[in-house]
């Protein structure tokens, strides 16, 4: 016989307890992800406060110094470029620029797109028809020509660059709207509401939307990291951010120069890239799972 | 007395593309073709056919979801088929309609409560508060415990879904209701319920049905009026008594013969149908059922058979069974 109540085991203490079901609900990479997606945020909005520098300010006797964790100052963190400029300042800096074109971007293109997506799916016909064109288009060109084509025609303004963003992408969403649309209104709810009497904003926005929301957040958790290298991507070229003005891809761009005396310039923004995309899209895949109250 | 809905002369045709995408041709499916009905305030209107007769679309016809080709529909003098957008929206708070897969028909990321105040808040009716309280009550009056209301639609079982419909569709206080196959979707064990919770609910509201179902049981049991749909059209239209006691198409005959009894004489004597129907994309010359008719004489192959009414009133779309009936009465 089994003695249940063994002496010997004694149940595990409540706050063990607690942890074990937070450890469950919120899995480490995700708790990983959004404890450097808060960080991110965090810095985005007060580093203004928190930098050591303004993130222009030239320090020509400490130019090119390392990191203090190999032997720079203290005054210096992460060390500084080739103009002396402390490479942590500029950092929470470029954060802040990146995340907020980036977050413009992918806001844009996401309205944007769903909009479109819906009008298609509601005229059907002419609208459909023109809609399917330009996203044809759209696709079949490859952006970053487009950006590059449209930056040195009008010259380069930061609010031309978002807006050029925000273009950005909205041609999937149009196309995942769309279908989905299409194939919901066949679907017995959105038949139902409207027999109801429900008008076009409550079939689209109260039922179809949320019904559809999960595959548009996974859109946007792969959409954001997209914004983010091909602001980088453009800023390294040399045609995003503009200095003075700085962003993740424009210091990678003009760290590249100095890979080999001075890494230390070009790697932490771009550590600060491949952590904040891996972090946006593991919590998106663990957001979209959690949105849904079947898979609860 | 004035009928609550009559359709007259609804015909609704699909275009249906043929063959290869590019070279194919374009034919016409009759779904509903030439179907006239009316159906007195507080009665019911059975319809009763087989799969792909044209059922469902003859229900969407009927609440003007979709627009016909010709004919109309009246409710209560007003023409439904035309009417513009925001009208016909107002009109859905006098009919609504039960679907037959209830989890489809509902929001599953809506709890159930939500869905059933939903059509209160469409139509701008009552405060949030008093809403919720309608609602509540009415799930209670459907047989449903208040404390439901917060599930949402997959966490219920069949019959509790399809009674949130029901509710949901009950809340605008419709005097219309459109039930498309409500319990074919539901276990045998529960289709009694629903269908007793129907005729409950049609005493309280007072309502007036078109139902719609393949099983000629349920129809017997809450019609007061019965069409049977063939490919199209109704081939026989009566009064319950009439048409279960004296069946003149030679359709209802086989169909009230299929209905499983333990009766010995009377299974003897059923005649079965054979076949598939012919397809609607298709049909014959002559009447639609001649290929399965045991009575098909060369009138049948040649010319199509009118719905003529009796001299009891009874309806009836066979040249045979009119025309035996006829000499009968002279």
Known sequence: ?296 | MTPLVEARDLRRHFRIRMGGALLGGVKSLKAVDGVSFRIERGRTLGLVGESGCGKSTLARLALGMTAPDAGQVVFDGVDVTRLPTGEWRRLRRRMQMVFQDPLGALDRRLTVLAQVEEPLRIHGLAAPAERRERALGLLEGVGLQRHLGDRYPHELSGGQRQRVVLARALILEPDFLVCDEPISALDVSIQAQVVNLLLELQQKFGLTFLFISHDLKVVRHVSDEIAVMYLGRIVEQGSRERLFARPEHPYTRALIAAVPTLDRERRRGRTLLAGDPPSPLDLPKGCRFQARCPLAGPLCRHIEPELVTLADGHRVACHVAAGATLERAA
Do not use: K
Request: proline content about 5%; some cysteine.
């Open chain 1, 1 to 296: 016989m089994v003695d249940l109540a063994q002496p010997g085991v004694v149940s595990p203490p409540r706050w063990m307890e607690r942890l074990g079901r937070i450890g469950r609900n919120y899995p480490p990479l995700v708790l990983f992800g959004m404890v450097w997606l808060a960080a991110m945020l965090f810095i985005a909005i007060t580093c203004d406060w928190i930098s050591p520098y303004a993130y222009a300010q030239i320090d020509l006797r400490a130019r090119l110094a390392p990191p203090v964790f190999l032997g720079g100052s203290e005054r210096h963190l992460l060390g500084t470029d080739e103009l002396g400029r402390d490479v942590l300042a500029r950092l929470f800096h470029s954060i802040r620029m990146s995340l907020m074109v980036a977050l413009i971007g992918t806001a844009i293109g996401a309205t944007l797109g769903t909009l479109i997506g819906f009008l298609a799916a509601h005229f059907r016909g002419l609208v459909d028809d023109l809609v399917m064109t330009l996203i044809d288009f759209q696709a079949s060109m490859p952006f970053m020509i487009i950006a590059l084509a449209v930056l040195a025609f009008f010259g380069n303004d930061l609010v031309l660059f978002i807006c050029l963003m925000g273009i950005f992408g909205w041609e999937r969403y149009a196309r995942i709207v769309r279908g989905m649309t299409l194939s919901a209104s066949q679907h017995g709810y959105a038949v139902a509401v409207r027999q109801l009497g429900a008008g076009p904003f409550t079939i689209y926005g109260r039922h179809i939307l949320p019904n559809i929301a999960s595959t548009l957040i996974v859109n946007l958790t792969l959409n954001f990291p997209e914004h983010i290298l091909l602001e980088t991507g453009l800023s390294f070229l040399g045609l995003g951010v503009q200095p003075p003005l700085t962003s993740l891809g424009n210091m990678v761009g003009y760290g590249r120069d100095y890979l080999q005396s001075a890494w230390w310039i070009a790697v932490f923004p771009g550590l600060a890239i491949v952590l904040t995309t891996l972090s946006m899209s593991l919590v998106g895949d663990w957001l979209r799972d959690r949105l849904d109250p079947t898979l609860r």
